[in-house]
């Protein structure tokens, strides 16, 4: 009977060894590979979503007194108007009352600048309302930023914001806090 010689039983049996510890290092390596590839398809699919933002809810209607009389930019019609502002949900209305004559003002100049023809239509009533509502919102974020200079650089993010909310179809103003403007009352005569 012919013996192997020592060295090459020792080099078989290495070899043995070698394989035997590839195929325990290989389950190891998979279950690797599947918990840091898993765990990068939930990372990547965490930073899809969006934020969840506050939702804006409608709150208290206040109306500016006194009503308005004035003349369209023809200068032969004028407008008698009672006008109303919707606000967000949490505004005060004690700011409002300290805005009111530059609120006032501000509807006075929007309305004086109108022809007959442009806010005789449903459609340009509607162009009326949105220019009121953003011009009014633009008067009152200015007055709190006065107040309070901190909120000054989160200016950026409020227009970002109010450009994704576009609000709901019948809003007048997609961002606050005036969110809706009604018109009580809306007489136009010619003299």
Request: proline share 5%.
């Amino acid at each position: 009977m012919w013996k192997k010689p020592y060295g090459c039983c020792m080099s078989e049996n290495k070899e043995q060894e070698a394989k035997s510890k590839k195929k325990s290092k290989l389950p190891v390596i998979i279950a690797i590979v599947a918990i840091l590839g898993g765990g990068g398809f939930f990372m990547m699919k965490g930073k899809g979503k969006k934020e969840e933002k506050p939702a804006i809810t409608l709150g208290a209607i206040e109306t500016v007194e006194p009503e308005f009389l004035v003349n369209l930019s023809n200068g032969t019609t004028y407008l008698r108007t009672q006008v109303a502002l919707q606000f967000q949900e949490g505004f005060k209305k004690e700011d409002l009352d300290k805005n009111m004559p530059a609120v006032q003002d501000v509807i006075t100049s929007i309305l004086s600048s109108k022809s007959p023809s442009s806010i005789r239509t449903l459609e340009g009533k509607k162009k009326l309302k949105a220019e009121i509502a953003s011009k009014v919102n633009a008067l009152l974020a200015t007055e709190k930023h006065e107040e309070d200079p901190a909120d000054s650089k989160d200016k950026k993010k409020k227009k970002d914001k109010e450009e994704e909310h576009e609000g709901e179809p019948d809003w007048d103003s997609g961002s606050g806090p005036c969110l809706k403007i009604f018109f009580i009352s809306f007489v136009m005569q010619s003299t």
